[in-house]
């Protein structure tokens, strides 16, 4: 066993990475090198597991909902195709970012549910600046797991009450995973404390939910999802998006990065939804999405 002061801190790489991000001169390999000394080290936050039937969304702003014919259109980037940083992946290293929906929810997504507008807000930027148009246009992709997903978890610890849905099941994962460790202590087991457990997801909780002014402030979540996807029994990282810090309907959704071969291997691609999106200068209006297959 582990002696317990050659146990790795979780608040000293916080601190390291604070320094890392408020020096102009940092590069990216600084968050490489800092990260790379956790490698061998226990994992730091909950994997928990979505059942098979859940529900992934994910957006894509359009000019005619007719340039979307197939899934290949709506899915993750082709490598070549992704060339920047993104919340969660590097270069040319592609992800899937959807909206989880609870597959008990099935017969409210025709209507305009949280999660459908949450995945337009996160695949559309027109509604994060000044909308000019009068009319927009969006589709929404819509898989089905016939597998179980496996993510590891990064939420607002602070808030643990007043949850529904997927929002509360990945709450819960963290309260189990502090318990189950808790478990381990007692039995002699080294682990990292509670606090620099609950500091880590604080930390990380913002650096997913932040706004973003430059790729730089992407390397720090890149960078970790990137280690943890690596791990072959992890499919993606379920985390809260960083619309529901702006916008109280969208707080309880769940956002999800995949790997490319999850989706290709436990996801069943269902259709699409249509939605049009309307301006007339003093407030904006949804309709309700139309489900077409392609």
Known sequence: MEN????????????????????????????????NDMIGQPIVAPIITMPAGILVLRARQVKSF????????????????????????????PLFYGVL??????EEIPRLTNSIILSLFEACPFFRGPMI?????????????????????????????NRSGINRQVANGLSNFLAEIE????????????????????YMHHKFTDNVN???????????????????IIDGIFYESSQGR?????????????????????????????????NDGEKVTISAPIFRNL
């Not at 009068?134 to 808030?159: F, H, M, Q």
Request: glycine share 2%; aromatic share 10%.
């Open 133 to 161: 148009d009068e009319e927009y246009r969006a589709v929404v992709g819509c898989w089905e797991s016939y597998k179980p997903l496996d993510g590891l978890t990064i939420i607002n610890p602070d808030l643990r009450e």
């Open 246 to 278: 702006v916008d109280d309907r969208l707080k309880d959704c769940i956002s999800v990065a995949l790997k490319p071969q999850s989706v290709d291997t436990k996801l069943h691609f269902l259709g699409v939804y249509d939605v049009l999106i309307k």
């Open 183 to 202: 478990e381990l202590r007692r039995a002699g087991a080294d682990f990292y404390s509670d606090d620099e457990i609950i500091n880590f997801q604080r």
């Open 66 to 93: 007719n340039e979307v014919q197939s899934e290949e259109q709506i899915s993750y980037l082709p490598q070549q195709l992704c060339e920047k940083f993104g919340r969660a992946n590097m270069p040319d290293n």
């Open 214 to 232: 430059a790729d730089r402030e992407y390397w720090i979540p890149a960078k970790f999802t990137f280690d943890v996807l690596v791990q072959p």
């Open 101 to 106: 929906v609870n597959r008990d929810n099935e």
């Open 4 to 35: 317990l002061n050659d146990m790795f801190d979780l608040n000293n790489l916080i601190d390291r990475l604070r320094r890392i991000e408020n020096d102009p001169a940092a590069q990216f390999e600084d968050i490489e090198d800092a990260f």
